[in-house]
């Protein structure tokens, strides 16, 4: 069984600090898909990032990074010198395929951020 | 990029009538879809997969009969909450990827629906 585990609920820090969300899975499957959403107060899920089990390079885009640590099944996101628009709940999700009935994500808890200007 | 449009984006119902909540691949072709929902300051949990043409697949404890599910074309999966209860009160979220694309494409979802049953 698939499991995502973001154990923390509620993070609040002032514009411009960076912010690590921390994101941990389990899994039997040796090829996984993990992700990040954004789900802004008004509901919608946002895409972040979608990684493969076998690609554990770290990513960056602008403000946003993510770490993939395979060894410790990590796969945290980094907001650097956030902003208040960053301010959301974000999904950690899991999936062990692209295609298919597979394709379902297992989602975790979710971090609530919020930003204080 | 693709969309999947969700209509409504917000309804309140009585208690005892049903409400249908659809969900359309603007411009891609979808041939599994997935339904899921989210109480306050909760996760989504998944509810289905709704599989173009054929039963949808109710993940364990999700009532079938109370939530209908109707993957006709391979761009509309509509979920229809029967008899909707005030438990039933929730934020409905389904999701789609491309059928045909390139198997890097993401899942995209759909705004959600808000059903409040009073």
């Known amino acids: 069984a698939q499991k995502v585990t973001q154990a923390q609920t509620e993070i609040s820090v002032v514009e411009k600090e960076d912010v690590t969300l921390d994101c941990v899975y389990e899994?039997?499957?040796?090829?996984?898909?993990l992700f990040w959403y954004k789900q802004p107060p008004s509901g919608e899920l946002v895409f972040l990032i979608r990684?493969?089990?076998?690609?554990?390079q770290n990513e960056i885009s602008g403000r946003y990074s993510w770490n993939f640590q395979k060894s410790t099944s990590s796969f945290n996101f980094t907001i650097t010198a956030s902003q208040v628009v960053d301010s959301a709940v974000y999904f950690c999700?899991?999936?062990?395929?692209?295609?298919?009935?597979?394709?379902?994500?297992?989602f975790g808890k979710g971090i609530t951020l919020s930003v204080r200007p | 990029g693709a969309v999947v449009s969700q209509h409504p984006s917000r309804v309140i119902c009585k208690s005892g009538t049903s409400v249908k909540i659809e969900c359309r691949s603007l411009?891609?072709?979808?041939?599994?879809m997935f339904w899921y929902r989210q109480f306050p300051k909760k996760s989504l949990m998944l509810m289905a997969t709704?599989?173009?043409?054929?039963?949808?697949?109710?993940e364990q404890g999700v009532e079938k009969d109370k939530f209908l599910i109707n993957h006709a074309s391979l761009t509309l999966s509509t979920l229809t909450v029967t008899s909707a209860h005030p438990e039933d009160s929730s934020f409905y979220i389904c999701?789609?990827?491309?059928?045909?694309?390139?198997?890097?494409?993401?899942?995209?979802f759909g705004q959600g629906t808000r059903l409040t049953v009073v």
């Open positions: 999700a899991l999936s062990e395929a692209l295609t298919g009935a597979n394709s379902k994500l297992t």
């Open positions: 899994t039997r499957d040796t090829t996984y898909y």
């Open positions: 999701s789609a990827r491309d059928s045909l694309g390139t198997v890097n494409t993401e899942a995209f």
């Open positions: 709704s599989n173009e043409g054929s039963k949808a697949t109710y």
């Open positions: 411009d891609f072709q979808a041939t599994t």
């Open positions: 990684r493969n089990s076998f690609d554990e």
